[in-house]
Nanobody, 116 residues
Framework: QVQLVESGGGLVQPGGSLRLSCAASGSIFSITVMGWYRQAPGKQRELVAVITIGDRTTYADSVKGRFTISRDHAKTTVTLQMNSLKPEDTAVYYC??????????WGQGTQVTVSS
């Protein structure tokens, strides 16, 4: 099993920046992919960015050039740097980890609100 703890959400003005972090514990050596998803009110959860164990990254088109995902050397923490935030980025952001056996784990979610 893997436990995921997120931090870093909050309220920011349009054009501002936030950094989200997700710390993994437990069976971390089984993790193959980690990433961030988000869910806005009335919408389905969507991929924001993911990073593989080989540090390959994938981003949603809506965040390319604005968001950057990275992992620490120990590969236990994933960070999402969000710049040039827009009101449409407002959502609950969830950390996700996929293990080698394809099991999925989710964090509790952290609220990001972009508003003036």
């Amino acid at each position: 099993q893997v436990q995921l703890v997120e931090s870093g959400g909050g309220l920011v003005q349009p054009g501002g920046s936030l950094r989200l972090s997700c710390a993994a514990s437990g069976s971390i050596f089984s993790i193959t992919v980690m990433g961030w998803y988000r869910q806005a009110p009335g919408k389905q959860r969507e991929l924001v960015a993911v990073i593989t164990i080989g540090d390959r990254t994938t981003y949603a088109d809506s965040v390319k050039g604005r968001f950057t995902i990275s992992r620490d050397h120990a590969k236990t923490t994933v960070t999402l740097q969000m710049n040039s935030l827009k009101p449409e980025d407002t959502a609950v952001y969830y950390c996700n980890a996929v293990l080698g056996n394809r099991s999925n784990y989710w964090g509790q979610g952290t609220q990001v609100t972009v508003s003036s």
